[in-house]
């Protein structure tokens, strides 16, 4: 072999070890890229699955936040004690001797069960005085922000003989329930 042989196998020798070289060299960092230019795509999907779940997220707040500001307007709080001495303070109005005579609170009978959660404390209240008067007491129990329930009303007339004209008091026994939801419950927790 000549050298000019020998120059062409070194120099071709040359270029395939420089190849095989760079070949050996980017061939990893190509397949590594490739792998990361898959898992960019999932994640770029994946920012917009999160952007879509984020507007979705937004929406249920402000449907939640809806939601309790009506729930606050519209419906009564369910406390988790009876409190009847707080409800009889609420409810009782000044015995004037004109509009009301009388006024007398009774704890009706124990506690009934509403439903798992709920339970119902009757209270019966008797006025007797003017419709006017009574009619107070029904306009302060719708007014209560608590959930009480008027399950009963019974107005009689309490006229006697000696009456004056336009005098004659009535006598109103109204059936309250008391609702609450005691403690240990979940509607009380």
Not at 25 to 47: D, S
Request: charged content about 25%.
């Amino acid at each position: 072999m000549n050298r000019r042989n020998i120059e062409g196998w070194a120099l071709a020798a040359t270029i395939a070890a420089a190849a095989g070289l760079t070949w050996m060299m980017t061939w990893p960092e190509w397949t590594q890229g490739t792998a990361m230019a898959t898992e960019v795509t999932e994640l770029e999907r994946k920012i917009v699955d999160l952007a879509g779940a984020q507007d979705t997220l937004d929406a249920a707040t402000e449907r939640l936040r809806i939601a309790g500001a009506r729930q606050g307007a519209e419906c009564r709080e369910v406390p988790p004690i009876a409190d009847v001495a707080g409800l009889m303070q609420a409810l009782s109005l000044e015995v004037d001797g004109r509009r009301v005579h009388d006024q007398t609170f009774t704890v009706a009978d124990a506690p009934s069960a509403l439903s798992e959660h709920y339970e119902a404390l009757p209270l019966q209240l008797e006025v007797v005085g003017e419709f006017d008067g009574i009619w107070d007491v029904l306009e302060q129990a719708e007014s209560l922000p608590r959930l009480v329930r008027v399950s009963g009303l019974d107005i009689t007339s309490t006229a006697r003989q000696d009456d004056a004209p336009g005098t004659k008091p009535l006598r109103a026994v109204l059936a309250l329930d008391v609702v609450y939801a005691p403690r240990g419950t979940r509607g009380g927790e």
